[in-house]
């Protein structure tokens, strides 16, 4: 059985420090790994998609890294910005199955 | 372009009531996703379904729950005799791409509370 862990589960940084966010997953079998970022009480909007095939995406400040082999994901956040705070999630897929998720990372970003 | 979109935003409701709550994918999407979210946690998968036919029902939790998609669009989750328990962020997500680009876009949730 699939299993996401997150790490850390909640952090705290100054405004403009660029960050990394953990995930590691158990079963390397998997099509894609998403990551989301969810604002409280809100729904999740999709940050990035990186396919199995692929090692990184890019799009603004954010950049994903996939090592399938390992289990990791890491998603660096450049030059960080008070809008950055929120809850980021990472989920595994494989293929048409639903996706397994960790349990977040709570970011902070203090100006 | 319009998303997922989700009905009501909000259920309060009593103990042992039926409730059901409402999914509107994006226009085109075939798949379909059903998850739930409690306090601290990551979403947690209830059912899928591609097309009309749920293909995975695995994550029910029981048979008091229980989701349709008849025309292959709207989708409606069902929960009978609701416990305390079943208090939840219920999101629905679709996906139009199959294989590693099954991007899945989420709506904004339904906040249940049974009181």
């Known amino acids: 059985k699939q299993e996401v862990t997150q790490i850390p589960a909640a952090l705290s940084v100054p405004e403009g420090e660029n960050l990394v966010l953990n995930c590691s997953f158990t079963?390397?079998?998997?099509?894609?790994l998403q990551w989301f970022r969810q604002d409280p009480g809100k729904g999740l909007t999709s940050l990035l998609l990186?396919?199995?095939?692929?090692r990184e995406q890019t799009s603004g400040r954010l950049n994903a890294s996939l090592d399938k082999s390992s289990g990791r994901s890491t998603l660096y956040i450049a030059a960080s910005q008070p809008g950055d705070s929120a809850t980021y999630l990472c989920?595994?897929?494989?293929?048409?199955?639903?996706?397994?998720f960790g349990k977040g990372t709570r970011l902070s970003v203090i100006a | 372009g319009a998303g997922v979109s989700q009905t009501p935003s909000n259920k309060v409701t009593e103990k042992g009531k039926y409730v059901e709550l409402r999914c509107d994918p994006i226009s085109g999407h075939t798949a379909l996703y059903w998850y739930r979210q409690s306090l601290g946690q990551g979403p947690e998968f209830l059912i899928y379904?591609?097309?009309?036919?749920?293909?995975?029902d695995s994550g029910l939790p029981n048979d008091r729950f229980f989701a349709v998609r008849p025309e292959g669009s709207v989708s409606t989750l069902k929960i009978q005799r609701t416990e305390r328990g079943d208090s939840a962020v219920y999101l629905c997500?679709?996906?139009?791409?199959?294989?590693?680009?099954?991007?899945?876009?989420f709506g904004p949730g339904t906040r249940l509370t049974v009181l």
């Open positions: 989920a595994v897929g494989s293929g048409n199955t639903p996706l397994v």
């Open positions: 079963d390397s079998a998997i099509y894609n």
């Open positions: 379904f591609q097309g009309t036919g749920a293909a995975d």
């Open positions: 997500a679709s996906s139009l791409m199959s294989g590693d680009r099954n991007e899945q876009f």
């Open positions: 990186i396919q199995s095939s692929q």
